[in-house]
């Protein structure tokens, strides 16, 4: 048990706003008995979908439906859960919750379920944050990304370099107490090799991440280029082929439900730039001004040339705007009209890293502007076991790398290696929500969804 146990009752629809078949109002509260009899008329058995009718304080029926109960500590918040499914009107559903706020519970905050659920200790911070993310999820690699960290498999991760930690931490104790300093060698040589274990395993489960949180981030790429290069075409090529994955069934839901554009599961952003020119007119200067906020914070620049326009070669500004670190591709358009071969080479000096021919009109190079743009970012996963991760965790872990790396170093100090696997475990807990979780909590959990 973490903190102190939430006392108040909280209620929110859960369902998104709208119409819909079915409607989900949920409380959770420390003892909801009184409660869910006022409401019901009786409790339902535990955890045994009931079919009820909801009564408002006048014994009237605001409707009916199936009602859940969860008794503490069996549920997701760890606290007494009901669970009201209803019709999904809004309307209905806004008289269901001003009822159950009439009984004594109070609007929920964004996040605030989940947020119970790890205080009650039922999951861990960075599962927390899978569920929100898979939520979030915009493409279906992301989507199952988050799902393997909601059921435990980053945090399992996280554990076990724990656990290699407190073993080597063992060892260290151990040999302080060795009055011989034969065996005191053989201790620290012991050490530094489970250590060096350690590392690896926390170097591959960093890869791991960083492919993760480049899954959910997204590749953020800006198109440049004189005006009539086709980066309007080039746009539409990239989405035409993605577009599809829509689903519309006719009766089931109103709403097209749209993934974003995307490169192998990687959510891509696309900006189409305005006509890159150094001018006087100053709403062009605007112009130029977000085309270069756009360009630094870009993972990648399309620098788009044409091959019917030769005059129109507006690389030297685009090289002039990307600062060093944000990495330009050369992109060749139009090669249908010389009847030229797609292709990709690596640029020949450091600030164009690729250069692709291709045509935004047939398509024909696409797929090699999307290898290019794969391997710029880094992304070398297929996706099958790559887990969903924040910044925050790269952060975590790459400062547990940082200390294993200082504990390496330590020579005969072993009360400094020590010390610095507590560090790399203490960073790791950051992950799981063990330490420093003050400032953490507000943030995370204020970016969910209501009733979530
Ligand atoms: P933007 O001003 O850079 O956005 O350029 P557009 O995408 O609007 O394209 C300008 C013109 O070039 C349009 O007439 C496009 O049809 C044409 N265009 C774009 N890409 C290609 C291409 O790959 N091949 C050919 N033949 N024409 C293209
Ligand atoms: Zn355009």
Not at 91 to 113: H, I, S, Y
Not at 126 to 148: F, K, P, W, Y
Not at 383 to 393: C, F, P, S
């Amino acid at each position: 048990q973490k903190g102190e146990a939430p006392r108040e009752v909280i209620a929110a629809i859960a369902t998104a706003p709208g119409r819909g078949g079915i409607g989900v109002v949920r409380v959770s509260g420390p003892s909801l008995a009184a409660f869910v009899e006022a409401l019901l008329g009786r409790v339902p058995a535990p955890r045994m979908a009931t079919f009820a009718r909801f009564h408002d304080a006048h014994g009237a029926v605001i409707d009916e439906g199936l009602a859940l109960f969860f008794p503490a500590p069996h549920s997701f918040t760890g606290e007494d859960v009901l669970e009201l499914h209803g019709h999904g009107g809004p309307v209905v559903l806004q008289l269901l919750l001003e009822r159950c706020l009439g009984l004594g519970a109070r609007l929920a905050r964004p996040g605030e379920f989940t947020e119970r659920a790890f205080l009650s200790g039922k999951i861990d911070l960075a599962q927390a944050e899978a569920v929100a993310d898979l939520i979030d999820a915009s493409t279906r690699a992301a989507a199952r990304g988050a799902a393997r960290s909601l059921t435990g498999e980053f945090s399992r991760a996280v554990r076990a370099l724990q656990e290699r930690l407190i073993e080597a931490r063992m060892w260290v104790e151990a040999s302080l107490d060795f009055p011989e300093e034969d065996l005191e060698l053989i201790a620290a040589a012991r050490i530094r090799e489970k250590v060096g274990e350690t590392l690896s395993s926390l170097d591959r489960l960093l890869e791991n991440a960083r492919q993760g949180a480049l899954l959910r981030r997204g590749l953020h790429v800006v198109i440049a280029g004189a005006p009539n290069v086709g980066k309007s075409s080039l746009l539409n090529a990239l989405m035409g082929e993605e577009r599809a994955i829509v689903t519309d069934i006719a009766g089931t839901t109103r709403d097209v439900l749209r993934e974003a554009i995307q490169i192998e599961g990687i959510p891509l952003y696309v900006i189409d730039t305005a006509g890159l020119r150094a001018t006087d007119d100053p709403v062009e200067r605007i112009g130029v001004a977000r085309t270069r906020e756009a360009i630094s914070q870009a993972d990648a620049v399309l620098a788009l040339r044409a091959l019917d326009r030769p005059e129109a070669a507006p690389l030297k500004e685009v090289l002039a705007l990307a600062p060093p670190e944000v990495p330009v591709i050369e992109v060749v358009n139009k090669i249908d009209l010389t009847g030229e071969a797609p292709r990709r080479e690596a640029g020949e000096d450091g600030r164009i890293r690729e250069r692709v021919w291709l045509s935004a009109r047939t398509g024909e190079g696409l797929e090699l502007l999307r290898a290019a743009l794969l391997e710029v970012a880094g992304w070398h996963a297929h996706g099958e076991d790559v887990v969903l991760a924040r910044e925050r965790h790269l952060e975590a872990l790459r400062e547990a790398r940082r200390a294993l790396e200082a504990a390496l170093e330590t020579g005969e100090a072993l009360e400094l290696l020590a010390e610095e696997l507590r560090a790399a475990h203490r960073a790791l807990g950051r992950i799981l929500g063990e330490y420093d979780i003050e400032d953490l909590l507000g943030e995370i959990f204020s970016r969910f969804c209501i009733g979530k």
